[in-house]
C-alpha cells in the first residue's frame, strides 16, 4: 500500500478490495453494491493533497465564469470586434451547463480518476487556446472548449470528495468548496484587472493562470485518487456507450442553448417579443421536456434515471439548489454593479467590496459543518441558518446613494452566512440518500440545478434592471437611458452634474428592483429544505432504488453466471475499469 492510505478489513480478509488498477478484474468478484466499507480512504499528506487539488481545479473554472469581465475592453481593443463580446461569457456557460449531466454519468460509468483528468485536460486546452487567441473566433472556440472541461471538474469534485472521506467526515470539507466559489468571485476581477494592466502579463493571463495551477492538480489526483471498480465500470463498451444516452444528451444541450442564448439577447439585444427571442424559448423548453420524457421512457440508459430525480430529497434539493444559484449570482453579479455604479469604483475595487459576503460564507460554512459534524443531521442546522439570509437581501434592498460603509458591509454578512449554509445541505443531501453507485448523477444534477438558476435569474435580473432604469430617465431631458446602458457602470462618473446626480438615483433604484427580486428568490431555499428527509451522515441509510437492476446490473449478473463468457468479457476489461485500492 501507498503512504497515506490504510486498510480495512475488507483488504485484510484478502477479498476483492485487494484488486487494484494494475490487476486483472475478475467480475464474479466484484461486489454488486459498493459501499463505504469497500474504499480504502486516504489519510495525512495524500488525503491533503487530493482535497487540494480539487480545491483548485473548483477554484480555477469557478473563476474563469468572471475573470474575463475586466479583461473585455483591452481584448475588444486589440481585437476590433464589439458585436461577440456576449459570446466571452456565453460560451463557457452554454458548455459548462450542458454537459454537467453528461459528465455525471460518465464518473459512473468510467474511472473517476480517468474522467477527472480528462476534464482537466479540456479545461487546459481551452485556456491555451484563450490566452494565444488571435481573433474573437478563437478566443469563443476556447471558452467552449475550456467550458467542457468545467463542466467535468463541477460534476467531478464532489465525487472526488466522495471517494477520498467517508460521509460523516465530509461536512466540514465539502463547505470549503463553498469558500472556493467566494473566492473566485472575489478575486476573479482583481486578478483579471491585474493581468490586463500589466505590461509584462496582458489579459491572456487571465487564461494562461489556469495552466500551472491546473496542471499540478491533475497531475497529483492522476497519481493519488484510488476509487473502487464498481459494477457500472466493468460492463462490456458496448453498453457503456448505450448508456450514455446520447438522445438525451443532444436533446439537452440544445435545450440548455436555445434558452441561454434567448436569456443572453433578450432584453438586450433584442426585444422580448422578437420572434426570434419567443421561437428560442419555445424551442428550448420544447427540448428540456423532451429530455424529461427520454429519460422517463428511458429508465435504463437514462442520462438522470427516474429513480434519481424522483427521489423526495433530490427533488427537493434541486429545487432548494436551483433558488440558491439564483439568489447567489444575483446578488454576486448586480452588488458589484451598485459598487461601481454609486460609488464610482473600478472592477476591481468592487470586487474587494465583495469581501463581507465572503467571510460570512466562511462563517456559515464552518458552522454548518460543525453542527451536521455533531449532530449527525444537516437538514435543521441549514433550516435554522437560512432566514439569516433572507435577512441580508433584504437589507440590500435598503441600500441607497449614500449609505454608509459600515450599513454595506453590515449587510452581506448575513447574507453570506446564510448562504455558506444554505450550498451544503443540497449536495450532503445528495450524497445520503443515494446509493454510492448514483452520487454522481445526483451531485451533478444539484450543481446542474444551481448554475442554471444563477444563468437564468442574471439574465431576468438585468432585464428587471434595464426596465427600471429606463423608466427612472424617461422625460428627463438630455438623458439617453439606453446610451447609458450601453457605456457601462464605470462610465457614469464621467456624467457632469447636475445630470449625473439624476442617473445615479435612477440607477440606484433599479438595482434595488433587482434586490427586491432577491429577497423574493431567497424564500424559496427555504421551502424546498423542508421537504429535504432528515437523514443522518453518521449512517449509511441509502434509499432503496426502485429501478435497482439496470443494464449495467444485469449485465454483471450474466457476466456471473456465463461460465466461458466471462473469461473473453475479462480480458476486454480497460485498466481504468479496475479496481482501485
Known sequence: MGFGMRKTGHDQAGDVSSV??????????????????????????????????AYISTFLVALDRLIVTTAIPRITDEFGDVKNVGWYGSAYLLTTCGLMLFFGKLYVLYSVRVIFVVAMIFLEVGSVVCGAAKNSVTLIVGRVI?????????????????????????????????????????????????????????????????????????????????????????IPTKQKLRELDPPGTITLLAGITCLLIALEWGGTKYAWSEGRIIALLTLGLFLLVCFVVIQIAFPKTATVPPRVFSQRSIAASCFANFSNGAVLFTVYYFLPVWFQGIQGVSPVQSGIRLFPAVIGMVVGTIIAAAVTQITGYYTPVILAMLPLMAVGAGLLTTLQVHTSEAKWIGYQVPFGIGMGAALQGPLLAAQTVLALRDVPLGTSLVYFAQNLGGAVFVSVGQNLFNNKFVKELTGVPGVDAHTILGKGATHIVDIPEPTRSIVVAAYNEALRQVFIA??????????????????????????????????????MREATNAGPETETEDKAVSSTEKRVT
Open 518 to 555: 432577491g429577497v423574493i428568490l431567497s424564500t424559496f431555499p427555504f421551502l424546498g429544505t423542508l421537504f429535504v428527509e432528515w437523514r443522518s451522515v453518521k449512517k449509511s441509510e441509502p434509499t432503496p432504488n426502485v429501478d435497482v437492476e439496470n443494464d449495467s446490473d444485469r449485465a
Open 146 to 234: 475550456a467550458g467542457i472541461g468545467a463542466g467535468g471538474v463541477f460534476s467531478g469534485a464532489i465525487t472526488v470528495t466522495v471517494y477520498a472521506l467517508p460521509l460523516h467526515r465530509r461536512p466540514l470539507f465539502q463547505g470549503l468548496y463553498g469558500l472556493v466559489f467566494g473566492l473566485a468571485n472575489v478575486l476573479a476581477p482583481l486578478l483579471g484587472g491585474a493581468f490586463t494592466d500589466n505590461s509584462s502579463t496582458t489579459w491572456r493571463w487571465s487564461f494562461y493562470i489556469n495552466l500551472p495551477l491546473g496542471g499540478v492538480s491533475m497531475v497529483l489526483i492522476a497519481f493519488l485518487l484510488k476509487s473502487p471498480a464498481r459494477e457500472t465500470t466493468l
Open 20 to 53: 487494484t488498477e494494475e490487476t486483472a478484474v475478475d467480475v464474479r468478484h466484484v461486489p454488486v453494491v459498493v459501499t463505504e466499507d469497500d474504499i480504502d480512504y486516504p489519510h495525512g499528506l495524500r488525503l491533503a493533497l487530493i482535497m487540494g487539488s
